[in-house]
């Protein structure tokens, strides 16, 4: 009985922690780009999470990008980023970036994993209600490789006050 009794405790002191501070419970997704969507991806960017919808925001916990190397690394004319953002890349709303050089462009398998950087504070509409999407935000495509970049993100739905 005081087994019992010590459980239900801890779980009612734990509950609030995992949950309250962040809204819910966490998520994954995680998507695997080909080699061209890595070579097409400053013009057309891949959704990872699709918006919360109105009254929410996405609050991503952390991010793991691996990169699986193919017979040819790729070649990264005018640098960038492999950029996690919400909604339209811009440097404010970066959540995770990885150098292209010297990850995308290597002959043999890359890791990284990172907790989330911080955003804020919010700009009006800025955050609320945004997908979460990967980007290339150099100056131009990455060419000649045929490797994958698998994401894996952890992210909670935060209900907005």
Request: hydrophobic letters at 45%.
């Amino acid at each position: 009985m005081r087994l019992k009794i010590v459980v239900v405790l801890a779980l009612a002191m734990i509950a609030p922690m995992l949950f309250g501070q962040t809204g819910g419970p966490v998520q994954t997704a995680s998507v695997t780009l080909t080699s061209a969507q890595l070579q097409h991806l400053k013009g057309a960017p891949v959704q990872l999470v699709p918006a919360p919808g109105a009254g929410n925001a996405l609050n991503v916990v952390s991010a793991s990008i691996q990169y699986k190397a193919g017979n040819n690394p790729y070649s990264i004319p005018s640098g960038g980023n492999i950029a996690v953002s919400l909604g339209a890349v811009a440097a404010d709303k970066r959540l995770v970036f990885v150098p292209a050089r010297d990850f995308i462009d290597q002959t043999t398998d890359q890791l990284y994993m990172s907790p989330a950087n911080g955003i804020g504070p919010d700009a009006p509409g800025t955050i609320a209600n945004q997908d979460l999407r990967i980007t290339n935000d150099g100056g131009a495509e990455w060419t000649n490789g045929d490797g994958s970049v698998t994401v894996t993100v952890y992210y909670v739905v935060l209900a907005l006050q």
